[in-house]
């Protein structure tokens, strides 16, 4: 309730002041501002990712023959696919089988018994909820439909091959069909 400044009526209703709606869309616009400044802080001080060891995929999978599976034990059947242990890595280069000096930091971290810190590539953040078992197993979609080429590489990638935006998310959830449902994804 306000009173009308021109005739002094009492003015009912839910009409909002102007002052109240300012100070709302001003709100907004604080909030969207900071959070586009936000994200491009964070990606400006988001340096490449390097790894403690230039570990290549395409000789591991085009030469030696492994599969996907035999380094990331649970795709097919977990949220995670998990990276592999030390031991995975143990069970063929306890000793050196080249010259290279890459596998020689490998056999030492074997020697020490010392897990190697390799660095996160892809992530979702927090409130997004992802399944690899419901995506790999259930849908039957292939690794490079969100990482690209990566068993193709022949040293680390330093950025995702693919960025794992919302808008690629959604994509594919409207052409295939999926849940595009908010609280499918942000539980
Ligand atoms: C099934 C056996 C096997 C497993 C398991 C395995 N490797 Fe290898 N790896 C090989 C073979 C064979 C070569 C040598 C190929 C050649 O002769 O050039 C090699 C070569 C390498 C090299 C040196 C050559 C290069 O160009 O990079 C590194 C470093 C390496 N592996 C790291 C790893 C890491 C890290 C792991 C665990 C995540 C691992 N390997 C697991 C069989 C394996
Ligand atoms: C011999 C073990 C081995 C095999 C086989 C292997 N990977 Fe990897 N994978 C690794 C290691 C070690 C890393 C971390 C270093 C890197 O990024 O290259 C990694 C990293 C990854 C990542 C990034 C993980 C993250 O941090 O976000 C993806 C995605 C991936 N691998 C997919 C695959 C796919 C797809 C295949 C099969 C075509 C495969 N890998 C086969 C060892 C393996
Ligand atoms: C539909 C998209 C999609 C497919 C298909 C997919 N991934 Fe992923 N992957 C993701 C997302 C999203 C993340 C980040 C998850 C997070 O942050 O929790 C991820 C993370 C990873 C990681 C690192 C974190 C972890 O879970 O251990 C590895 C390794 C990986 N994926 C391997 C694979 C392999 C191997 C395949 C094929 C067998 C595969 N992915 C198929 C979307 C996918
Ligand atoms: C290439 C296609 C594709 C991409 C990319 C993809 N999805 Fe999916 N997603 C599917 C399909 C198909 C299903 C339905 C699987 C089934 O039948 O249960 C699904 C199901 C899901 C579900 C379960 C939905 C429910 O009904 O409960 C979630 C959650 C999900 N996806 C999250 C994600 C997230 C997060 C990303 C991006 C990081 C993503 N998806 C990217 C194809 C995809
Ligand atoms: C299929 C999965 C999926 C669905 C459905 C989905 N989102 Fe997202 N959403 C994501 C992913 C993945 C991210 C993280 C994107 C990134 O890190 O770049 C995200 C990020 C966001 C963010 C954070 C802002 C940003 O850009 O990082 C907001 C807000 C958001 N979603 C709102 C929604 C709303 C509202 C809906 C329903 C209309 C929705 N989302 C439906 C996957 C989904």
Known sequence: MRVNR??????????LSPRVLLFAVAMVVA?????FAGTR???FFNPDVKQPIQFNHMLHV???GLECTDCHQYVTTEEFAGRPSLETCSGCHEDPLTESTEEALLVKYIQDAE???WR???RVPAHVYY??????TVAGLECNRCHGEIGLTSEPPRKPLKKLTMGFCLDC?????????CNACHR
């Open 6 to 15: 021109e005739n002094g009526d009492l003015v009912t209703g839910n009409t």
């Open 31 to 35: 909030i969207a501002v900071a959070g």
């Open 41 to 43: 802080i964070l990606s």
């Open 62 to 64: 085009e030469e030696v």
């Open 115 to 117: 897990e190697i810190p």
């Open 120 to 122: 996160r590539l892809y």
């Open 131 to 136: 399944s690899h078992q419901r995506h790999v």
């Open 173 to 181: 959830h409207e052409t295939q069909g999926a849940s595009t449902d």
